[in-house]
Nanobody, 123 residues
């Protein structure tokens, strides 16, 4: 059974940093999409970053500030968030799914989700 269990998050001042962790289990297949999303009330889920076979793609809103990484030994996905801004507070979720040779990793490809963790930024 595939599971993603998150930790990290919390509250930080603007300009500060946080690191989110997502321990994966059961994800034995290759060519998988791994990513992070965030959601605020009354808004849809926003894609932040995708990693596929070591290649990464970032949303413009976080490019240069957030970094995704995966520790194979620990089966853990990370999101390092630096230079946090007032517009970054949200519920952050890790996700995984099967890479599509035709479509890549659109949101619809993600089928396994972490439980979410709240990030708050104070000014």
């Amino acid at each position: 059974e595939e599971q993603l269990v998150q930790s990290g998050g919390g509250s930080v001042q603007a300009g500060g940093s946080l690191r989110l962790s997502c321990v994966t289990s059961g994800l034995t297949y290759t060519n998988r999409c791994m990513g992070w999303f965030r959601q605020v009330p009354v808004k849809g889920r926003e894609w932040i970053v995708t990693m596929v076979n070591g290649r990464t793609s970032y949303a413009d809103s976080v490019k240069g500030r957030f970094t995704i990484s995966f520790d194979n030994a620990k089966n853990t996905l990370y999101l390092q968030m630096d230079s946090l801004k007032a517009e970054d507070p949200a519920m952050y979720s890790c996700a995984a799914g099967h890479f599509s040779a035709i479509f890549g990793c659109p949101k619809s490809q993600y089928i396994y989700w972490g439980q979410g963790t709240q990030v708050t930024v104070s000014s």
